[in-house]
């Protein structure tokens, strides 16, 4: 499912237009991108929680050449799945 497939999606399911659905999914990006970036965290209960993940420096190996080369300390975002949706999923 693309992203114009899930607008459609919420816009069936919750009775509202594309167009107020497609800005409903855009706001809700945008709030927890900022609140990723600030450092914090996006919790839905039974759902699942957006958080940052520190990721250490590190030396690492360049596959075509096979010399070693450092890879920079990063933050990456992260996604953990409430138990709710990881029981629908194995349901």
Do not use: C, H, Y
């Not at 009775?15 to 809700?28: Q, T, W």
């Not at 096979?66 to 409430?82: D, E, H, L, R, V």
């Amino acid at each position: 499912m693309n992203r114009t497939e899930l607008v459609a999606a919420v816009a069936e399911q919750a009775g509202i237009s594309r167009k107020d659905a497609e800005r409903a999914m855009k706001a809700f990006t945008e709030v927890v991108t900022e609140e990723l970036k600030n450092g914090g965290k996006v919790q839905l209960v039974g759902f699942g929680t957006f958080e940052v993940s520190d990721r250490v420096a590190r030396v690492g190996i360049n596959p075509q050449t096979k010399k070693t080369i450092n890879i920079a300390a990063s933050k990456a975002p992260k996604f953990k799945a409430g138990k709710a949706l990881k029981d629908a999923v194995n349901a």
